[in-house]
């Protein structure tokens, strides 16, 4: 069992900047391949980024890629998403999530945190 617990959400102005954490639960976070992904109002959940077991490897959205940056640490349990020149498009709830096998599905998800980008 894995709890995930997201902060870092909040209202900025569009071109401006956000750091998502997700603490992670248990001994065995370094087992699970990690994923961000996002749910705007009126739409589906969507993928956002993902990063391997080890963080050597990461995949983003074409909607994010060159603006957002995830990241991991397996001593503390953590995984961020450096989020830089905000859209307000790129305002929704977003939701951490760890799978043992693929970044686009979660056996485990956080509750969520809400990122709104004021235009």
């Known amino acids: 069992q894995v709890q995930l617990v997201e902060s870092g959400g909040g209202l900025v102005q569009a071109g401006g900047s956000l750091r998502l954490s997700c603490a992670a639960s248990g001994r065995t976070f370094g087992t699970y391949v990690m994923g961000w992904f996002r749910q705007a109002p009126g739409k589906d959940r969507e993928f956002v980024a993902g990063i391997s077991r080890s963080g050597s490897s990461t995949v983003y959205a074409d909607s994010v890629k060159g603006r957002f940056t995830i990241s991991r640490d397996n001593a503390k349990n953590t995984v961020h998403l450096q989020m830089n020149s905000l859209k307000p498009e790129d305002t929704a709830v977003y939701y951490c999530?760890?799978?043992?096998?693929?970044?686009?599905?979660?056996?485990?998800w956080g509750q969520g945190t809400r990122v709104t980008v004021s235009s």
């Open positions: 999530a760890a799978d043992k096998t693929s970044w686009l599905s979660a056996d485990y």
